[in-house]
C-alpha cells in the first residue's frame, strides 16, 4: 500500500500569493462571499494517471481551502466518453491520499450531473440563447471567421420549437455522429473566438464509463464545469492559465442558466519541468508504444512514477511549494525536483551500506576465520535513530572505482603501495597489490590493515591521506538488484512544437546493474523504505519487483545536487 501523511496546518509550509489576495479580498467586508466558507474543487478528468503537473494544481486546490479553513471537492470530470476509466478515478484518489490530501464525502463525477445539464440547455434554448446547429466540422472552420470576419451560421435563427425538438432527437440517438451541435448564441463578431456561439453538446455513441450506453450527447467541458461548480457551491474555481480567455464564458454560463451560485474563476500559471513532457497523450503514447514499463515506470512525471521512483509526499508538497503560483508560464529545473527529494532524504533516510558494482578486497594480515562487528551511524542527523551493529571480516566487497592499478592525478583512493584510506567505521588499510584473471582485469584487491586502528582512527594520531570507503562483508551479504534511473529525455525542451518528442528519447535513462551486494539489514526491508547507500545516493525498494529473496532498488537521486540555488 502506497506511503500516506498528512501534514499538520503547523507542519504545511506558509504562504500568500496572488490568489490568496484575491480571496481575501472576496471573503472580506463588502466581498462577493463575505463571511462565507471558502469552497474550491480538484476536476481531473479519469483517462490517465496524475502528474507533477496535476500536482502543483492539486495542491493550489487543496491548500487554499486548508489555509482558509474551507473545504476542497474532488470530482471526476468525466463528460468525455474517451478513454475514461475507473482504473484512473482509483489511482487519483490513491495519489491525492498519499499527498495527504482529503475530500472527506465530497467526492463527485461530472456525469453525475447529466441529467442537470442537459435541463440547462433546453432552457438556453426556450430562453432563445442556444440553438441546434448542423454545420459540419469543415464548414464550422471555413465559417469561423477571422478577427476582422465575424463567424456565420445559416442555422443561428433555427425556430425555437424546432431546436428543442430536434435536441431531444439529438439525446434519443436518431442521428448520427456529427449531424448536429448544440451551440449558445452569444456574440459571432466577439474578439474572443470562444464567445463565437460555442458549442455546448455534440453527439458521441461512445459508451460512457459509469453511465454506459444512457446518454449518446455529452456536454462540452466550458458547459457542463460552470454549471457543476454552481451547484455544488463553489466559491472559487481555480484553474490554468489556459482558461483565462474561457472565463467570459464560464460566467456568461453561470449568469445565464438557473443556477443557485456564481463562483469566481481565477487562473494560474501551469507548471512546466525541463527534461519532461506533461501533456497526458504524450505520456500515454509512451506507455502504448512501449517506451517506458507503464504509467508508473520511475522516469514517468506521473505520481505512480514519482512514488515508486522514491519521491515522498513532503517532497513533492514542498517542490509545488516553493515554486509558487504565478500568472506568467514559466520552467522549472528537474533539478529543483531533485533538490527537495534530496533534503527530505538527508533527514529522514537511513544510512547503509551497499557496493553496486562490487571487486573483492582481502586484508591479508587479517586472521582467517575471524569475524567481528563494527558500529555504523544510522543517520548522523537524527542521533535518536541509534546506531547498528555490522559484520566485518578478512572479506568484503568494495567499489571497482575504488581502486586502480595505476591512479590518476589527485586519486586518493586505493592503488599499490597508496596511501592509507579508511573503511567506513571499521580500520585504515593500505592496498599492496591485485590479483588478475588471465585477461588482465583485476578479480581482487590486497591490502593490509592496522590493527590499532579500529573506528577508523590511528592509535598514533597520524594523519590519514586516503579517502574514507564503504564496503560490505563478503560473508554476510546479500545479493540485489540496482536501477539507475537518469532524465527520460535528453532534450531540456522536448514538448516544443518543433520537435518529435519520441526522438529526443534518451536511450541511457535506465542502467540495470545486477550482482550488488548490500548489507543483511536490508533482507527484511519494505517498500516504500529509503536508503542512503553511503557514498552513491539515496535508493528505495521497488513496489512492484522487489521480493524477499530477489531485492530490487531504484536510485531516487544521487548525493550530489546538481541545482543551483
Known amino acids: 500500500m502506497a506511503e500516506e501523511i498528512k501534514l499538520t496546518q503547523d507542519e504545511a509550509p506558509e504562504s500568500r500569493n496572488f490568489i490568496h489576495a484575491f480571496i481575501e479580498e472576496d471573503i472580506g467586508p463588502g466581498g462577493q462571499f463575505e463571511g462565507m466558507t471558502v469552497h474550491t474543487r480538484f476536476p481531473p478528468e479519469p483517462n490517465g494517471y496524475l502528474h507533477i503537473g ?3 494544481a492539486l495542491t493550489i486546490d487543496f491548500g487554499t481551502a486548508e489555509k482558509f479553513g474551507g473545504l476542497c471537492n474532488l470530482r471526476m470530470d468525466d463528460t468525455n466518453p474517451t478513454k475514461e476509466d475507473e482504473e484512473f478515478v482509483d489511482a487519483i484518489q490513491q495519489d491525492i491520499h498519499w499527498l495527504g490530501f482529503d475530500w472527506g464525502d465530497r467526492f463527485f463525477y461530472g456525469s453525475d450531473y447529466f441529467d442537470e ?5 433546453v432552457g438556453l434554448i426556450k430562453k432563445g440563447l442556444a440553438y441546434v446547429c448542423e454545420l459540419t466540422p469543415e464548414q464550422f472552420k471555413e ?22 425538438d430536434l435536441f431531444e432527437r439529438m439525446k434519443n440517438g436518431e442521428f448520427p455522429e456529427g449531424k448536429y451541435t448544440l451551440r449558445a448564441k452569444i456574440d459571432l463578431a466577439s474578439g474572443n473566438f470562444n464567445m463565437r456561439d460555442p458549442v455546448l453538446y455534440r453527439i458521441n455513441y461512445l459508451p460512457h464509463h459509469r453511465q454506459g450506453n444512457k ?29 483565462e480567455n474561457h472565463r467570459p464564458l464560464y460566467n456568461w454560463v453561470v449568469e445565464h442558466c438557473d443556477l443557485p451560485s456564481h463562483p469566481r474563476q481565477i487562473e494560474f500559471a501551469r507548471l512546466g519541468i525541463d527534461h519532461t ?30 512514488r515508486r521512483r522514491g519521491y515522498t509526499p513532503r517532497s513533492i508538497r514542498n517542490f509545488c511549494e516553493r ?12 533539478g529543483f525536483l531533485e533538490h527537495c527529494l534530496r533534503e527530505d532524504l538527508n533527514e529522514t533516510a537511513q544510512r547503509t551500506m551497499a557496493v553496486i558494482r562490487p571487486i573483492r578486497l582481502t586484508i591479508t594480515n587479517y586472521p582467517e576465520g575471524k569475524s567481528e562487528t563494527v558500529t555504523v551511524e544510522n543517520n548522523p542527523l537524527d542521533p535518536a535513530a541509534g546506531t547498528r551493529e555490522i559484520a566485518f571480516s578478512r572479506n568484503l566487497w568494495i567499489e571497482s572505482d575504488d581502486f ?31 590479483v588478475k584473471d588471465e585477461n588482465g582485469s583485476v578479480t581482487e584487491v590486497l591490502a593490509e590493515y592496522d590493527p590499532e586502528s579500529r573506528g577508523g582512527d590511528p592509535a598514533d594520531g597520524r594523519k590519514v591521506r586516503g579517502a574514507t570507503i564503504h564496503w560490505v562483508d563478503a560473508a554476510t551479504a546479500i545479493d540485489a538488484e540496482v536501477r539507475l534511473y537518469d532524465n527520460l529525455f535528453t532534450d531540456a525542451d522536448p514538448d516544443a512544437a518543433d520537435k518529435n518528442f519520441l526522438e529526443c528519447l534518451n536511450p541511457n535513462s535506465l542502467e540495470v546493474l545486477t550482482g550488488c551486494k548490500v548489507e543483511p539489514s536490508l533482507a527484511d526491508a519494505a517498500a516504500p523504505a529509503s ?6 545516493g539515496y535508493f528505495c525498494l521497488d513496489s512492484k519487483d522487489s521480493k524477499p529473496g530477489h531485492l530490487v532498488f531504484n536510485r531516487s537521486v544521487s548525493l550530489k545536487d546538481s541545482f543551483k540555488k
Not at 445539464?117 to 440547455?121: E, G, I, L, S, V
Not at 455529452?218 to 484553474?239: N, R
Request: with cysteine.
Open 323 to 334: 515554486i509558487g503560483v504565478a500568472k506568467s508560464a514559466n520552467v522549472v529545473e528537474y
Open 215 to 243: 446518454w449518446c450527447i455529452y456536454p462540452m467541458y466550458d458547459f457542463a464545469h460552470p454549471i457543476q461548480d454552481a451547484l455544488e457551491g463553489i466559491t472559487h474555481s481555480l484553474c490554468s492559465l489556459e482558461f
Open 54 to 56: 496535476h500536482c502543483k
Open 404 to 434: 586502480l592499478e595505476t591512479p590518476v592525478p589527485k586519486y586518493k583512493r586505493l592503488y599499490p603501495n597508496g596511501p592509507e584510506c579508511r573503511l567506513k567505521g571499521a580500520y585504515l588499510i593500505r592496498c599492496t597489490g591485485c
Open 143 to 164: 465559417y469561423r471567421g477571422d478577427t476582422t470576419t465575424p463567424a456565420r451560421s445559416p442555422w443561428r435563427d433555427r425556430p425555437i420549437e424546432e431546436s428543442l
Open 531 to 536: 536508503f542512503q547507500f553511503m557514498r552513491l
Open 277 to 306: 513532457v506533461l501533456s497526458k497523450r504524450k505520456l500515454r503514447k509512451l506507455v502504448e508504444e512501449g517506451r517506458v514499463s507503464g504509467w508508473d515506470d520511475p522516469r514517468m512525471p506521473t505520481l505512480c512514477g514519482l
Open 117 to 121: 445539464d442537459y435541463r440547462q440547455a
